[in-house]
Nanobody, 115 residues
């Protein structure tokens, strides 16, 4: 069974940086698309950034120019470099992977940005 495990969340002051990591296990196939979503209290889950297996990227307007998504050299890993963090970036961040018709989610990692 495919599992996604995130790491790298934490508490940071506004203007600071964090790097999230996500590693998938349980498959020998390359995951087609991997992405980061976030969910703040009382809000719906939203796309932050996504990247395909050929490197095409997509970002939410709110993070463009501040966040960078990339895939690691190890198969089925993805990173989210977050710079210039703002209090409104506070949320639980989830990693998502698409493999054929199936989608898989990580358990989430908390990111808290203090003002």
């Amino acid at each position: 069974q495919v599992q996604l495990v995130e790491s790298g969340g934490g508490l940071v002051q506004a203007g600071g940086s964090l790097r999230l990591s996500c590693a998938a296990s349980g498959t020998i196939f390359s995951i087609n698309s991997m992405g980061w979503y976030r969910q703040a209290p009382g809000k719906t889950r939203e796309l932050v950034a996504a990247i395909t297996d050929v490197g095409s990227t997509n970002y939410a307007n709110s993070v463009k120019g501040r966040f960078t998504i990339s895939r690691g050299n190890a198969k089925n890993t993805v990173y989210l470099q977050m710079n210039g963090l703002k209090p409104e970036d506070t949320a639980v961040y989830y990693c998502k992977g698409l493999l054929g018709p199936y989608e898989y989610w990580g358990q989430g990692t908390q990111v808290t940005v203090s003002s």
